[in-house]
């Protein structure tokens, strides 16, 4: 990023639409703003809007892999959140150097869970657990607003509180330590696209491979 000249970097854009002819690929914002240049590459994340314009201008000509008509699969809901500074007195793994990812699984769960220490004496954490309650259940989740809020979250962490870390403290104790607004439940989504190019566009990270 240091190397882009900054008036070449623009903020708080949301792609509509892109056309592709033989000399350029044009993408239209939804702030009326038009860019032209020479390659297209979408690292825009798991729902890319590049993937989307891309997808819908192959569809309309028949050119669209089956494969990548399908929704992304929806199997594992997770509980994330970032504890407010901890006392490293009583974690000494704040204190290092290098912060050093520890990852819990269960042999006969459906659930596994992360800690990661932050700068500032702080730490991440995140449980996953999986569910195979099929088509009908993700697809009535993703519509379910409430199922995604600040009470969900709060909801879903009683659930886990009494699991061990390797810090030595239940989760509970990184629970009570997240401030509310630090907390969230998501939804985490899978996919392998086939398709991640196509004449002056190029997909890339989350927007290729969710």
Known sequence: MSQIPSHKIKYGKRVLDIRQNVGEV??????????????????????????????ND?????LLPKQDKTPMNYQYDCLVGVTEPLDPHQNTALFDKFSDLQTVL????????????????????????YHDKGK??????????????SDAAEL??????????????????????TPPGAMSKVMLEEKFYKTWHSGRVVLAGDGKCT
């Open 136 to 149: 009908k259940y993700a697809e009535d989740t993703l519509f379910k607003l409430s199922d995604w809020g």
């Open 58 to 62: 192959l569809d309309s000509k028949g």
């Open 106 to 129: 269960g042999k006969a769960s459906t659930y596994s869970y992360w800690c990661i220490p932050l700068t500032d004496f702080r730490i991440s954490w995140m449980v996953v657990k």
């Open 26 to 55: 044009i993408v239209h914002c939804s702030d009326k703003s038009v860019f032209h240049g020479d390659l297209l590459i979408g690292v825009d994340g798991a729902y890319s809007a590049v993937r989307q314009c891309l997808y």
């Open 156 to 177: 879903m962490s009683y659930e886990y509180r009494g699991l061990k870390t390797p810090y030595g403290c239940d989760l509970g104790s990184l629970i009570d330590s």
